[in-house]
C-alpha cells in the first residue's frame, strides 16, 4: 500500500467556484467525523490519482492536522472528462474496511505472440480487510499462462487478512486463442 500525502484546505464556498479557482472540490467523511467539504489543488491531485489509480490510500494535511483516507468515488465530468469531485472515506490504519482493488494483467504481449489473447471478466473485485493489508491495485503476470487456462479469485497472492466477498471460484479472466482471419 502506498500513501501519498496531500495538502488540503477546507472549503466555505460552492464547488464550481473551487474549480474555477483551479482546485478539485471533495468531501471526506468517516467513522465519528462530521463530515467536511475540501478541496485539493487540481495539479496534486491528479498526479496522485494518475501514479497511484483512482482507488488509493492517501494521507490528507488539512492545516496542523493529518488523517488517512481512502478514496471511495471520483466523479468526471462526462463531455471534458476533467476530474470534478471526489469522496474520501477517512480511517485508522487498523481499520477494517470494505473496498474494491482493480486488478490489472501484465504480459499480454507474450499470449499475443502464442496466438492467445486475455479475456477479461472482473476489471476489480471487492474486499474486506484492514487498511493497512489492502493493496492498492492486484497485478497478475498472464506471460506464462496457456489456452483456456483460467485465472480464479483463489489465483491472487492477497494478505491472509484480506477476504474477497466472491467466491475463490470465481473467474477473473480466460485465455483464449485468437481468431485468425
Known amino acids: 500500500m502506498s500513501v501519498a500525502t496531500l495538502n488540503a ?9 473551487s474549480r474555477r479557482e483551479g482546485f478539485v472540490p471533495a468531501v471526506v467523511y468517516g467513522r465519528g467525523v462530521e463530515s467536511t467539504p475540501i478541496q ?8 496522485v490519482i ?10 490528507i494535511k488539512i492545516g496542523d492536522e493529518t488523517k488517512i483516507g481512502i478514496v471511495k468515488d471520483i466523479h468526471f465530468d462526462p463531455v471534458t472528462s476533467e476530474m470534478q469531485h471526489l469522496d474520501i472515506q477517512l480511517v485508522d ?5 470494505n473496498w474494491e482493488i482493480p486488478i490489472t494483467f501484465s504480459g499480454r504481449e507474450q499470449l499475443k505472440l502464442k ?7 472482473l476489471s ?9 493489508d489492502i493493496p492498492d491495485f492486484i ?6 499462462k496457456e489456452a483456456n487456462e483460467d485465472i480464479l479469485i483463489a489465483d ?17 479472466a480466460v485465455v483464449k486463442y485468437a481468431v485468425v482471419n
Open 115 to 121: 496466438r492467445l489473447f486475455l479475456e477479461t471478466n
Open 93 to 97: 490504519k487498523d481499520e477494517i474496511v
Open 124 to 132: 476489480q473485485i471487492k474486499v474486506t480487510g484492514k487498511v493497512s
Open 40 to 47: 485539493f489543488c487540481n495539479k496534486d491531485i491528479i498526479k
Open 9 to 17: 484546505t477546507v472549503r466555505n464556498g460552492k464547488a464550481k467556484k
Open 156 to 172: 491472487l497472492n492477497l494478505d491472509s487478512t484480506v477476504k474477497t466477498v466472491r467466491p475463490a471460484e470465481t473467474i477473473l
Open 139 to 144: 497485478n497478475i503476470d498472464v506471460s506464462e
Open 50 to 59: 494518475k501514479e497511484n489509480g483512482s482507488r488509493t490510500t492517501v494521507r
